[in-house]
């Protein structure tokens, strides 16, 4: 089935949507998404896109913490396994929204945030996700971006 996406122009998908019951904090009418890794565009093979289905707009930057060696202990509420079927851990998989941030004033550094304070968590074998709030942590994640050669 074909979609239209601002960044990828119009994308053939399959089934494996990844629904987020109460969306993204922020997005919440947004339910639907896809996974998405660009290595045509020059994307670096640690970075993907979360795709909305039900906006072309819509799309984050998404990582895998523990390609960086940054390892997540946290518990999920009754609830949040129950939103998301969540019976074995897994099935589960921990994903970092990500952000480019520009550093210094005379030659701006362009780099990456990580928000590792509000991991996505999916449920790989019901497709179901949800982002979790962690209260208790106190730093966060920056990988520099690698040098292009135009």
Not at 52 to 79: K, M, Q, R
Request: aromatic share 12%.
């Amino acid at each position: 089935m074909p979609i239209k996406t601002t960044r990828f122009g119009e994308v053939e998908f399959d089934d494996t949507v990844i629904t987020f019951p109460h969306g993204i904090p922020g997005f919440e009418e947004f339910t639907k998404y896809k996974l998405f890794h660009n290595i045509e565009a020059g994307d670096a093979p640690f970075l993907f896109w979360l795709q909305s289905l039900e906006d072309p707009d819509l799309a984050f930057h998404v990582i895998d913490p523990f390609a960086f060696g940054f390892n997540y202990e946290f518990v999920l509420t009754d609830e949040e396994a129950k939103d998301i079927g969540a019976d074995k851990i897994e099935d589960l998989a921990i994903l970092l929204m990500v952000s480019k941030v520009k550093v210094g004033d005379e030659v701006p550094e362009e780099k990456i945030k990580a928000h590792v304070t509000n991991p996505l968590v999916i449920n790989l074998t019901s497709r179901k996700g949800f982002q979790k709030q962690l209260k208790n942590i106190d730093y966060d994640l920056t990988i520099k971006c690698p040098e292009k050669d135009d």
